[in-house]
Nanobody, 123 residues
């Protein structure tokens, strides 16, 4: 399984970005997907989750109402729409995945990680 994240960049506070994560898997619709982020000097933290079916989503309190996760199974891609960005959203964003078979719900761990994409929000 390989994950390729893209869409990061530099944006002013209040702006928007959309991240994408393309997965090279045989049956993408069997995989739960999530986004995490790691800010400089901080530990990696959970951002958002979407179930294999897309019916269930979850968000960190810090991004609720501003970020939206979605998936397009026909394109093996998960998205993170980020609106009303704040300087504290600055981080490297990682996508992660775990096969729903044998997984708890929501997953307590993820088996595969992408390389990350940098989001910088200027004040």
């Amino acid at each position: 399984v390989q994950l390729q994240a893209s869409g990061g960049g530099l944006v002013q506070a209040g702006g928007s970005l959309r991240l994408a994560c393309a997965a090279s898997v045989r049956t993408f619709s069997n995989y739960h997907m999530a986004w995490f982020r790691q800010a400089p000097g901080k530990e990696r933290e959970f951002v958002s989750f979407v179930s294999y079916s897309g019916r269930h989503t979850d968000y960190a309190d810090s991004v609720k109402g501003r970020f939206t996760i979605s998936r397009e199974n026909a394109k093996n891609t998960v998205y993170l729409q980020m609106n009303s960005l704040k300087p504290e959203d600055t981080a490297v964003y990682y996508c992660a995945t775990r096969n729903r078979m044998g997984s708890d719900f929501p997953p307590s761990r993820y088996d595969y990680w992408g390389q990350g994409t940098l989001v910088t929000v200027s004040s």
